[in-house]
């Protein structure tokens, strides 16, 4: 049973800084990332670390947000700083299975950013 469990989410005023946190059971996999989805809006891709290492991130998000990953707790971490009233949304985790080309979301955890 496939599991992702993200923590990390809250409320902020802009220019402050927020750490979300994603843990995964059940399965290694070597993409992982986060998206987010804003009222009204489609969902979109924010930052993904790949198995090697390397990482990258949606323009509106790049100087400001950093995607890292603990392999050995199977986790990825997005610290987010410099933060904006429009980064407000729910972020979802999602994880990448290579064979299949699955796609695995987690519950999501809202971030709302105040002006």
């Known amino acids: 049973q496939v599991q992702l469990v993200e923590s990390g989410g809250g409320l902020v005023q802009a220019g402050g800084s927020l750490r979300l946190s994603c843990a995964a059971s059940?399965?290694?996999?070597?993409?992982m990332g986060w998206y987010r989805q804003a009222p009204g809006k489609q969902r979109e891709l924010v930052a993904r670390?790949?198995?090697?290492?390397?990482?990258s991130y949606a323009d509106p998000v790049k100087g400001r947000f950093t995607i890292s990953r603990d392999n050995a707790k199977n986790t990825i971490n997005l610290q987010m700083n410099s933060l904006k009233p429009e980064d407000t949304a729910v972020y979802y985790c999602?994880?990448?299975?290579?064979?299949?080309?699955?796609?695995?979301w987690g519950q999501g955890t809202q971030v709302t950013v105040s002006s």
């Open positions: 999602n994880a990448r299975y290579a064979v299949s080309g699955y796609d695995y």
């Open positions: 059940g399965r290694l996999f070597s993409t």
């Open positions: 670390i790949f198995g090697g290492g390397t990482t």
